[in-house]
Nanobody
Framework: QVPLIESGGGSVQAGDSLRVSCVIS???????FGWFRQAPGKEREFVAA???????WYGDVAKGRFTIARDNAKNTVYLQMNRLKPEDTGKYYC?????????????????WGQGTQVTVSS
């Protein structure tokens, strides 16, 4: 059973909105889940994280445009992305925080999904 499965990526125009989802299997007790993204040739960067009680944390790339939310009844974490820009293009990954380390550090996450591609055209 794959613990984290992302979906909802696609190709959109600049200014559009998109929501990506992450279904969690077997690791629902983890306190925090996060979203990261990676563009070709660039490092994977922190987008947002959410706690069990839906407290959000946002990276600079997400502030003011993205919203993270967690539905514990559905074992799903969502990332709502508004006013998308071409620089938001990349593969978006869901990850489970290990319980140790900062939320914004990718090294603090020990479970990763396969990612879902988001492409924003100008």
């Amino acid at each position: 059973q794959v613990p984290l499965i992302e979906s909802g990526g696609g190709s959109v125009q600049a200014g559009d909105s998109l929501r990506v989802s992450c279904v969690i299997s077997g690791y629902t007790s983890r306190s925090h889940f996060g979203w990261f993204r990676q563009a070709p040739g660039k490092e994977r960067e922190f987008v947002a994280a959410v706690s069990w009680s839906n407290d959000p944390w946002y990276g600079d790339v997400a502030k003011g445009r993205f919203t993270i939310a967690r539905d514990n009844a559905k074992n799903t974490v969502y990332l709502q992305m508004n006013r998308l820009k071409p620089e938001d293009t990349g593969k978006y990954y869901c990850a489970a925080h290990s319980g140790s380390g900062r939320l914004g550090d990718r090294g603090s996450y020990d479970l990763w999904g396969q990612g879902t591609q988001v492409t924003v055209s100008s």
